[in-house]
């Protein structure tokens, strides 16, 4: 029996609840072994992108056009000529050349993108609050967790005898 199988047996239809910020191109091939026990909110504030994926319609796939930040309203994201090195803050292209190719760290376009608190995109989509949570977005992750709201958080309190 392979680990999906016997992850779907144990979980039974209780599945993870996962979120992937920053997920242009979809969600990784390592967890796509894991789509029968995952459902998954994917953010990707490229509204272009985010509908190509959407499209695909693969199960267990939720995606939102909204980029995932420290408050909710409006962000500039600033695209790269590799789009998946985007970010909500603008690229240090010498810091970002010394460890790729010039092509990479090279500013594309900045865009105005919806924005939101991962709190806030919880409670607005009546989404439940994830056991696992994968941030790819180049430099605003603390941004993310700091605006995480205490009642989503997991604290000692939340387990006695623990710290």
Known sequence: MDLPHILIEK??????QCIDV?????PQNH?????GVMQTDLFE????ACEAQAAQKRPGESWFPVALGGHTGTG????LKKPSGSSLYPP???M???FGPKSYGTLDKVLDVPLMTLSDGSDKDRRPFPNLLKLDVQGAELDILKAVRPEHCLCHADFPGYG
């Open 11 to 16: 979980l039974g239809a209780d599945p993870l």
């Open 22 to 26: 920053g997920a242009r191109g979809g």
């Open 31 to 35: 967890w796509r072994r894991f789509a």
């Open 45 to 48: 504030p490229d509204a272009a």
């Open 76 to 79: 500039k994201l600033h695209v």
């Open 92 to 94: 240090n292209e010498p």
């Open 96 to 98: 970002l050349n010394r």
